[in-house]
């Protein structure tokens, strides 16, 4: 047993027992920025997106119930298409100022404080992912290895030629059928300090959820398109660390994404006169803001058990072990649900107004069955579907409802059958005096919520079936249902707000689930918010 189910029991447990440095205040004033900086580089602005037609998000989120992309409509990426996609995602494309509840709101108004939104959520709105983009001879532009540039929507060129061998050597020969076969790849590093300066040694967890956020907005986005994005959570991780020029224990490497490209790979090309000794690595350095930059020894702790075994592939079906439980069939009232439907609400719209509602939800209207049927089944069909489940077979994820004022549908806590598409009683009667007390923060009343979904993964039981690195999956993938129910609120007109402050072990408790392996890992709120909101236009300011 590694460190990593030390760590789960800690974070799990931390409502009642407060994960160390107990006394950790915040610096705001002396914190990081939001993306790294590169002074010395030069930028190359990409393409161009809002001339790009939107497409139906029903094919990304719920396959099978909209009209399906045409296959050929993307024979793959190209530099509009990614540029796109990383501006839909985690591009800057709006300021947040909108009158809530949360405790920033005062310094909004701001430039310094600015709250900026993106089409994907992140905890604590940190942002931690960096993402570079490894490019080869197929691309249009010369090989090299760039950093994605938020705050100017651009690429920062850190290293010139072609290094995607480098990574396809990381990958290693048993990488997922499609992943050597490409020239383009997407890698994902962390920096812990961009999140940790807040969350202390509660980073490890956040980051692994930020992570899944953001692969499962492309895995949607792509596949609205006719395209399949899968992340890789297993390989050289070193290796990378060491091409991107970063210390492993500041920023790791937690994913890559291989791209199919619209262009076909190039052949290897011959180099008789390189030292095959020479290994390029980036030499620019981020330039860090913060001053004073502390060090948590369960993140460092984290980070060396999540990187033990990196390169190490689990085998294909090791999952199975870890896969969500089936609901019990013959027991428990059973509600039935309507069939899911979404609309045709665009993959870009949505992600342009996805937003956390922060105390906005009012309970005077009801949420509709159909609406919360059409969120559980975006939630339920969730997969990363990464190198260890390339298939997307195994469901890690459960999801239960608390259910406020849901039309039709009595106050009480459910668990969610996806196979049959309805709820089965767990608890009944209201659940908002439960639901208030167990969270620890002021910016949600959940009782004016229509309803709160609750995922649950069996962490321990992925740790146990492909050892310590598992926990990055198993919290990303928690990370990934959240994005989904994002989206499906976004594009229902429903308002959403997903939070980590809450006592988890109560919830274990209220549904149930304190003798088997089952984590709660987050709350997701969801209902219709107060007409007629104060906001302010920015972008005609």
């Not at 692994?208 to 050289?236: K, N």
Request: hydrophobic share 40%.
């Amino acid at each position: 047993m590694g460190y990593a189910h030390e760590y789960a029991h800690a974070v799990l447990h931390r409502g009642r027992v407060p994960m160390e440095p107990t006394d950790h205040v915040v610096n705001w004033a002396d914190g990081p920025r939001r993306g790294k900086y590169y002074p010395r580089v030069d930028a190359f602005a990409l393409p161009e997106t809002e001339d790009l037609p939107d497409v139906p998000i029903a094919p990304g989120l719920l396959p099978g119930t909209g009209e399906e992309p045409a296959p050929d409509g993307h024979p793959g990426f190209g530099l509009p298409l990614l540029s796109a996609m990383l501006k839909d995602s985690y591009g800057l494309v709006g300021r947040r100022l909108g009158v809530q509840a949360n405790t920033d709101l005062a310094g909004l108004p701001y430039y310094h404080h600015a709250n900026w939104s993106r089409g994907t959520a992140g905890g604590g709105g940190l942002y931690p992912v960096s993402v570079h983009w490894a490019s080869g001879p197929s691309g249009p532009l010369t090989p090299g290895l760039h950093y994605y540039d938020i705050h100017r929507h651009a690429l920062q060129r850190l290293l010139t030629g072609d290094v995607t061998g480098r990574v396809r050597e990381a990958l290693g020969p048993d990488a997922p059928d499609g992943a050597l076969d490409t020239d383009q790849y997407l890698v994902l590093g962390v920096k812990y300090w961009q999140n940790s300066f807040k969350y202390n040694s509660f980073c490890f967890h956040v980051v692994c959820t930020d992570l899944g956020t953001l692969v499962q907005t492309w895995r949607i986005w792509a596949a609205a398109r006719g395209l399949r994005l899968a992340p890789a959570l297993w390989f050289d991780e070193p290796a990378l660390s060491g091409l991107l020029g970063v210390p492993g224990e500041e920023e790791a490497v937690f994913a890559v994404v291989p791209l199919r490209w619209d262009a076909p790979r190039a052949e290897d090309a011959e180099a008789p006169h390189t030292d095959p000794r020479h290994r390029p690595a980036v030499r620019h350095r981020d330039v860090e803001r913060s001053r004073t930059l502390l060090d948590f020894p369960q993140v460092r702790a984290m980070h060396r058990a999540t990187l033990e075994g990196a390169a190490a592939r689990p085998a294909p079906g090791a999952l199975a072990a870890a896969a969500a439980l089936a609901d019990p069939v013959g027991t428990g009232v059973r509600v039935p649900l309507p069939g899911p439907d979404l609309p045709d609400t665009g993959v870009r719209r949505a992600l342009r107004e996805r937003r956390s509602s922060f105390g906005r939800f009012d309970a005077r209207r009801e949420v509709s069955a159909g609406h919360l049927s059409s969120v559980l089944a975006a939630c339920a069909g969730t997969r990363l579907a990464g190198d260890t489940d390339p298939s997307g077979e195994h469901r890690l994820a459960r999801l239960y409802v608390f259910v406020n004022h849901v039309a039709g549908i009595e106050p009480g806590a459910y668990a969610y059958d996806p196979d049959r598409g309805d709820l089965r009683a767990v608890v009944t009667g209201p659940q908002g005096p439960f639901l208030q007390e167990n969270y620890f923060l002021a910016n949600y009343n959940l009782e004016q919520a229509g309803a709160v979904l609750v995922p649950t993964v069996r962490t321990t039981a992925v740790l146990d079936a492909v050892g310590d690195r598992g926990y990055r999956l198993a919290v990303a993938t928690a990370g990934a249902v959240a994005q989904s129910f994002y989206l499906a609120a976004s594009a229902l007109g429903l308002g959403a707000g997903v939070a980590l402050g809450f006592d988890n072990v109560s919830y274990a408790e209220r549904l149930g689930l304190t003798d088997g392996d089952e984590a709660p890992l987050l709350i997701m709120a969801l209902g219709h918010e107060r007409p007629g909101p104060a906001d302010f236009r920015h972008e005609i300011a």
